[in-house]
């Protein structure tokens, strides 16, 4: 489970995912990877176990996040650790070799509706990519993503874009059909509905790093800061990103691992 975001702040977009796990995992120091097709430089945000990313911003200010899906029909649905390899590919493709956040976009939505061998990603998925479409940065934009794997009489991928003002996914659809439902994961509806409010209030960077500290809930899996007692057993918060671009070629990359950012604040990446 994840809380992901953007929030349009004047010629700024901060873009952010908490990242939330069951199983104990190490998280790796951001990396620093070679771009093509214009892009310089990504800071890439990985984990032990995984080559491709969970999260990521380019030096052109594309930026990549993404939050699992939890449907009614999951047990439908499974994805091989070879699919599951292919996508965090797709997803590290987003930034490596876009300058334009539209065609990230697009390159993800082809992905998951062919898998770029005629065959359609099995399982549910949730991502955002931000950025500008244009070389002059005139034309912010967030493009928010659900993929649904053959939904009947549905599009495979739907989307919301935003502009302006903020918007924030947890894990449950809202264009697509099957949504997990509140009594089977009010989680995902609670944080929901509590980061909305929180951004609703203040709509900026300090407003993002408030938020990813909220444990208004208590000190649980139902916060969006997640801590427990159980490790191992129940989800708790391990990483945090939160990346800032302007249409100076600025490009701001905050984070915490191993930790959440209550207890671990985030500190700036000076790697890039």
């Not at 987003?94 to 005629?118: Q, V």
């Not at 940065?137 to 599009?155: C, D, L, R």
């Not at 944080?191 to 500290?213: F, S, T, V, W, Y």
């Not at 649980?220 to 129940?234: D, F």
Request: proline share 5%.
């Amino acid at each position: 489970m994840c809380t992901i975001g953007v929030v349009f702040e004047g010629k700024k977009i901060n873009t952010f995912k908490q990242c939330d796990l069951i199983p104990i995992t190490e998280f790796n120091e951001p990396d620093v990877r070679q771009g093509i097709n214009g892009v310089t430089h990504y800071t890439a945000m990985t984990r032990q176990g995984s080559d491709g990313i969970w999260a990521g911003v380019n030096d052109a200010g594309v930026a990549f996040v993404a939050a699992d899906s939890y449907t009614t029909t999951a047990a439908n649905y499974a994805a091989s650790s070879e699919d599951v390899e292919a996508l965090f590919a797709a997803y590290e493709t987003s930034i490596r070799s876009y300058t334009n956040a539209e065609e990230a976009a697009n390159s993800l939505a082809d992905f998951y509706r062919t898998m770029g061998k005629s065959k359609p990603f099995p399982a549910p998925d949730i991502s955002l990519i931000t950025g500008w479409t244009d070389a002059e940065k005139t034309q912010p934009v967030a493009i928010f993503i659900e993929y649904m794997p053959n939904p009947f009489n549905q599009e495979s991928v739907r989307i919301i874009r935003r502009t302006e003002g903020h918007f924030v996914s947890t894990n449950n659809f809202r264009l697509q059909p099957d949504s997990v439902n509140y009594p089977a994961n009010h989680s995902t509806y609670l944080r929901l509905q509590r980061a909305e409010l929180l951004l609703q209030l203040e709509p900026n960077h300090d407003g993002i790093k408030a938020m990813l500290c909220d444990q208004y809930y208590g000190k649980n899996e139902l916060s969006i800061c997640r801590e427990t007692a159980y490790p191992g057993i129940e989800f708790h918060t391990q990483a945090s990103a939160l990346f800032s671009a302007d249409v100076n070629d600025e490009v701001v990359s905050e984070y915490q691992i191993n930790g959440n950012p209550k207890t671990n604040p985030l500190v700036v990446f000076t790697g890039s």
